[in-house]
């Protein structure tokens, strides 16, 4: 980091010193961390990327959506390259009116000219109202919330800062959108029939079934080890009751869970499992029967030194693809996630899946937008406005 | 295209097969070829685009616009490089308030991760309303499109494909603006005095001028082998009743119009004459004088082997060249089209051109920007909404 | 320019000509010099930008700003790189509704395709309604101006030029911001409090002072050969009353001040004098002391050959730097400007000064963007429509 070592401290203390400072009483004030993503805050993300959702139905719920944060700018800083992200937060903003910027490249910044990165990130904060950050240094949103924080202690100008994801790191709006996926199908609000019937319908067959995702399984498939969705994922979800998650991964050092991920599970009541294939059984049971939520991921091919390449070259990935007989054990509410893209040699999930009832994964990509668009708006503290118009719209 | 292969089968295809997918009922669904634009649609674009144009001259007609369509969001997917049709599609897209997002290189992509192409594609059809794209692969709009209409038939989110220029092949929007000038200049409105007058003044000299673009004489002068510009117009002139068309090209087999082209033409009942020379004559007269319009093109230097670029370089340009001198033996009406840029180098319209009346070819690209907007106003079902501002506008 | 060798004989004339052809009446037609920037001209637009400024406080009055040009496109050139300037237009234009479109890179445009940049501007004119350049070639918009100038001449459409920065040559909008910064500095309306209290305050201890930029003594340091906006600025403050200029600068042929530039400043009245120190004294008082407006800048390194380099490494440039001691010898009211990037590594500004009052190097930046919001507000001849929703606003 070198020209943040200012922020030295604050980065060495604990996590859990470090998050009342992004928070404003009971909103965020910054987005940098998966921890910050409490249940309550889930809840209320939740219920306003719902209305935000149905305004975007209708041409006039767009046009009082499109009004509410009209009046803002957002600098999206994306130096570390992403098409997926960067466009669904682009979506998000345009959804709520806000206008966009971007910088994707430091080649052409003044960088160049040997400008500290904490002038430039103070410069955006000039000319825009939020900073939506992606970068390789994964510290980076961390020490500009400081930055931040420490200009509105001065009582000078300071806007949100958003971390869109750093290094190999945190990717708390992945999570966000995973959540948001997660809490949508387990209302069990997604078929076209009243909410009521169709969980009632479920019950039936299976009895134990309540609604969130409290008291689930969550099998979570592929790459644990640099997969960082996973991770975040996995944090936030740790925070419900009586949760359980099985890790499925090929026995590779790179790929499996990191043994202290696991032991902070554990602390916080997680039952964990780990699994070298999705056909293995626990407790006399194939792991996919118990499973209420699949959580596939990506071999990542991207930022592997040549020997690790070579090795990973050697593994039969064939335990860790979701084949349709596979998909069939699944239990048949079962949401199937994946924070894409997917591997389309590989083939994690072939495109023959994609039909499956259970596919989420492209309504995952959707509901990001959504999401995302509430976390702006939380952030804008404009809640109130939207329950207005929401209000206005429904009637 | 290897992860298209699943279209194969309606790739191959005769294309009269393939039109009415991308119909619905009168409307169109995707705009992929230059063969979708008949007589009757262009008619429908026309009107809009003038309607557009109208307003666009006040503040207020603007601003009815920019709210007709300030609902949706444009994925401008442009892997070509082109800066003129992607600014024009901008423009067409600001007019009517849609928001614009882009991507024009692959390589920041998460195609560089193994995404297969359809699921980038079906990924953007989830954050935007419309895919307007450009790209090195001639076929990959039409896949596109198929992938959408599969989609649409499981009831899933489908949105419209414009196909921006693909490769060497077709160039539908560039025909649709080509025909938009054209359609424009042969009512004869380009004059500021009434209409009617000044097409009165016109018979007077040229007793057999009808309005319209039948019973006309284009001549196209240029590249005919690579200008896919000059070849979808003619293929959209040849349903016009009574067309004839003169093709002055070098005699070089890069450069010339391909004869299954003239086949088809001439199977359609246009009468086609091939030249050398922009002085050349025909049935006793130069070709010039008997001109209705006449279309330029550029010798395309891009896309040659060291060898063609070789023979082209021997090849002597001056009888393609629109000299004063040859501009004075045209009708006095007929527009000077070119699809631009023009070669600097070259010339085959020198500046001095410019300030002719007839001089069509800046004007020309203004029209792209109309009549794509006419065409985004179709693609979206908005022709009534779009009538109903103008209506108003017009009291 | 080669190019645009038909307006050789218009480039070639002496400044003071070449002005009025840039004017309407009493606005300007393009922004292409620094000269531009007449006292009367300079005080319009700071009204205007005060207004903008204030407006965009609140909700109601940003609203109202998005809708007063949002009938408009701008076309932001920009093939030489700045992210600075770049994104101060971009946030100025969406401040008032103006759509935005760039090229950045001409290696993706027609340019390529042998099109003439003539033609390239001409088609930008075609589609946007303002074009805002900043290239390396230092002519450029003077010569798109003199195009512009010609199409209005034979009634053609025809678009306001923004210089943007070309070149190591003009920067008049770096110039206008910073002549906004010092004018409103010199109101003395920074304070929280009352603008008069504030200005009475300071007259007890400097009884000489008065309000606005004239009978002032403005300090330049660091680069005077190739910092362009210290040029700029200098030649618009020559046209004050009673204006002292230090220029200190390291004792080297590229660093300091031409001496064409020091003549033209004493034939305008202005009183100059050089040093090479910021500790340096003249009439027997330490220079600091005396300067009402001190303008720092970075020495730059961007364009210097290796000789250069090598020369301007041996130069200590520890007497060229802003201390907290050299501070505090400036007078309690002088500003502080930097028109940024600073250099981290020479630290000309080191961030222990940011939080000193007179540091007005960040709000500097961000008067760049009121400042620019109110040229083309001016530029649209839309002064009248912003006075009016200013008077709805005040109400």
Redesign the interface.
Known sequence: MG?FDSFKYQLDRPLDVKLSEFQRNDRLKHLIFAAQLTPGLLEKLRRMADMIRHM?RT?QG??QL??LL??R?A?LYFTQ????TF??F??AC?ILGI?C?E??DT????E?????K???I???S???DVIIMRTMISEFSECCAYLMNQLEL?E??SVPIINAGAGADEHPTQALLDMYTILRTFTHDYSRESKRSRFIELQASYPELVAGPARKTYLFCGDMGRGRTARSLATVLSQYEQVRMFFVTPDHGELIMERAMIDKLRARGVEVHEFNSLDAQHDGHPILAQTDCLYMT?IQ??HNSAQVEAELGQIDLSPFKLTPARASVLKTYAPILHP???????GEIP?SID?DPRAMY?RQ??NG?WIRAALLVHLFDAAEELMLIYGQFHQ
């Open positions: 020209e975007s041409r767009n046009m499109k009004n009209a009046h700018r600098m390259p992403s098409t997926r466009l669904s682009m979506a345009q206008t910027n910088v994707r080649a052409t910044s003044s160049t000219k040997r400008e500290s904490a002038d430039s103070r410069m955006f000039s000319y825009f001065q000078m100008r990506r091919r991207e894409f893209p997917r591997d389309s040699v590989v495109t039909a492209f990509a959707r937008m």
